[in-house]
Structures are given as structure tokens and as C-alpha cells.
């Protein structure tokens, strides 16, 4: 099991550009989520999506949008990059239920994203 | 603002001692739970803890949870080099929010 990738690892951008991030998790989940880490900080929920097609806004929404039109993906897109995104983002996902591992998040390897 | 905060924010200690990091949180919650991250990588999860238990062990790990005083605590009793790391707590409050809130973190060295 791969668990969940994301793609890319490193970016920079300019201001002004665009860009998607991708995150595929091959666990059938149904939450799926984004968070972003700054220096010395803890994780920012940015988005998430509770199933296929829906989502919902987390924190720090500004200036990014999601889309989850499959089960398995969870696109995160900056129409307009700007210096203050420049940060380590994470991708994470969840199943619900009472099961084992139940609202526990398995973790992406992040992807660090640098706007000039 | 967060729900969860770490204190210390940063602890140094020798390889055999026991580590200490506590968690406070503002509201009511289903679940806390402890991750571990090492150094550029991402987090992964530790130990839960239901809002009806008091105390969890894992290995050397021990979890309380206070829910009168809305705090956690983790502890790594006999600890190791690799257990250097950054130990974040989040809750999981459940309701309309069906999501993970992260505290800063604590940043736990153990020298060999």
C-alpha cells in the first residue's frame, strides 16, 4: 500500500502563478483533508472533503480551492500564488466509523511550496 | 486560534530520562490524539485517547487526559536518540467539524 502520495514534493513559484496540488490515498477513505505548516508552527486546516464531490472550508481558506471528484483524490489549487503561501503543505485522510484506526490520519510526505 | 497548545515548546533531554509534553485545549472533544514528525517528513499518528478514558499506554508511551481541565499530557518514559522528533497533540471535536486541530507542538531533543 502506498497510503497517500502527493505530487509534487518541491515547487517555486512566482507571484501570481497557479498551480495544483495533487493527493492520491488508495485506502478507500472518506475524509480527505489539507493542511499547511509554517516554521514552528502546528498544521492549519485549509480544506476538506467529507466524500466524493463535497467539500468544505477549514481555517485558512483564502486563496486556494479544492476539488474531490474522486474518492481517491483531493486536488488543492492556488489561482493566484502569493509569498504568503509559501509553506510545507500536507495531505491527510481518514476513514469514519468506530473501527480500528477510526478519525486517525495517515499523513502525505508534504509538499514544500516556495512563492517568490 | 488553535484548540490544542503545547508546552514546552522545546525539551532537551538525555537519552534513558523521561520526556514530558502537555496539551491544553479550548472546547469540548470526542478524541485527542498524539503525533510524532520527524524532521521534513510527514506526521504519524501515536496513540488515541476517547474523551471517557483516562489513561492509555503504548509501549513507553503513556497518554492522560484531563477532561475537566482540558489537558493532555504524553509520556515517553526511557527515552531514546530516535525518539527526537516534533510531538504534536490535535483533537478531534466532532459535530459540524469533521476534522483534526492541531496544537504548535512540542520540539523534543534527546541527546545520546
Known amino acids: 500500500n502506498a497510503g497517500v502520495t502527493q505530487t509534487p514534493k518541491f515547487r517555486v513559484l512566482k507571484t501570481g502563478q497557479s498551480m495544483t496540488l495533487l493527493c492520491a490515498q488508495d485506502m478507500n477513505h472518506e475524509y480527505m483533508y489539507w493542511y499547511r505548516q509554517d516554521p514552528g508552527m502546528g498544521l492549519r486546516l485549509i480544506h476538506y472533503?467529507?466524500?466524493?464531490?463535497?467539500?468544505a472550508k477549514g481555517e485558512v481558506p483564502d486563496g486556494y480551492n479544492v476539488s474531490r471528484l474522486k474518492k481517491q483524490n483531493f486536488l488543492l489549487g492556488l489561482e493566484s500564488a502569493a509569498p504568503s503561501q509559501t509553506s510545507v503543505y500536507f495531505c491527510?485522510?481518514?476513514?469514519?466509523?468506530?473501527?480500528?484506526?477510526?478519525?486517525?490520519?495517515?499523513f502525505g510526505a508534504g509538499s514544500r511550496l516556495t512563492v517568490l | 486560534s488553535q484548540q490544542g497548545e503545547e508546552d514546552p515548546q522545546a525539551l532537551s533531554i538525555q537519552e534513558g530520562e523521561n520526556a514530558t509534553m502537555n496539551c491544553s485545549y479550548k472546547t469540548s472533544i470526542n478524541n485527542l490524539q498524539w503525533y510524532r514528525q520527524n524532521s521534513g517528513r510527514g506526521l504519524v499518528h501515536l496513540i488515541l485517547?476517547?474523551?471517557?478514558?483516562r489513561e492509555k499506554h503504548s509501549g513507553r508511551l503513556r497518554v492522560t487526559l484531563d477532561t475537566s481541565k482540558k489537558s493532555s499530557s504524553l509520556l515517553i518514559t526511557a527515552s531514546r536518540a530516535a525518539d527526537t522528533a516534533s510531538y504534536f497533540c490535535a483533537t478531534w471535536t466532532g459535530g459540524g467539524r469533521r476534522a483534526l486541530t492541531f496544537g504548535s507542538g512540542t520540539r523534543l531533543q534527546v541527546q545520546p
Open positions: 485517547i476517547r474523551s471517557n478514558e
Open positions: 472533503s467529507v466524500g466524493e464531490g463535497t467539500t
Open positions: 491527510a485522510s481518514t476513514h469514519t466509523g468506530t473501527g480500528t484506526g477510526a478519525n486517525v490520519l495517515t
